[in-house]
Nanobody, 124 residues
Framework: QVQLVESGGGLVQAGGSLRLSCEAS????????MGWYRQAPGEQRELVAG???????KNADSVKGRFTISRDNAKNTVYLHMHSLKPADAAVYYC??????????????????WGHGTLVTVSS
């Protein structure tokens, strides 16, 4: 099995910063893209930022200049550095990854894996 575990959410005042972390563990052969999504109450889940295995990144327009995504391939971990937070950023943040799993060589299995989410609350 492969799982993603997020951490780092919490309550922050508007203008503040938080860093989210997401570590992948389990029968991992390799990890392709990793990303962060968020879902506010009554809203659809949306992509916040993504990073490919080679390091190229993509941010949603709403967070450009404020959020930065990075990954540590040696630790199978992706981070989301959030600055200048706004009340509109409040949501449950989910980590996602495209994982190649190996449950028994030589078979490899492509998986799309989601974390359980971490809550970010921004007070005005």
């Amino acid at each position: 099995q492969v799982q993603l575990v997020e951490s780092g959410g919490g309550l922050v005042q508007a203008g503040g910063s938080l860093r989210l972390s997401c570590e992948a563990s389990g029968s991992i052969f390799s990890i392709n893209a990793m990303g962060w999504y968020r879902q506010a109450p009554g809203e659809q889940r949306e992509l916040v930022a993504g990073v490919r295995s080679g390091g190229s990144t993509k941010n949603a327009d709403s967070v450009k200049g404020r959020f930065t995504i990075s990954r540590d391939n040696a630790k199978n971990t992706v981070y989301l550095h959030m600055h200048s937070l706004k009340p509109a950023d409040a949501a449950v943040y989910y980590c996602a990854a495209g994982v190649v799993a190996c449950y028994g060589p030589p078979t490899l299995t492509d998986l799309g894996v989601w974390g359980h989410g971490t809550l970010v609350t921004v007070s005005s």
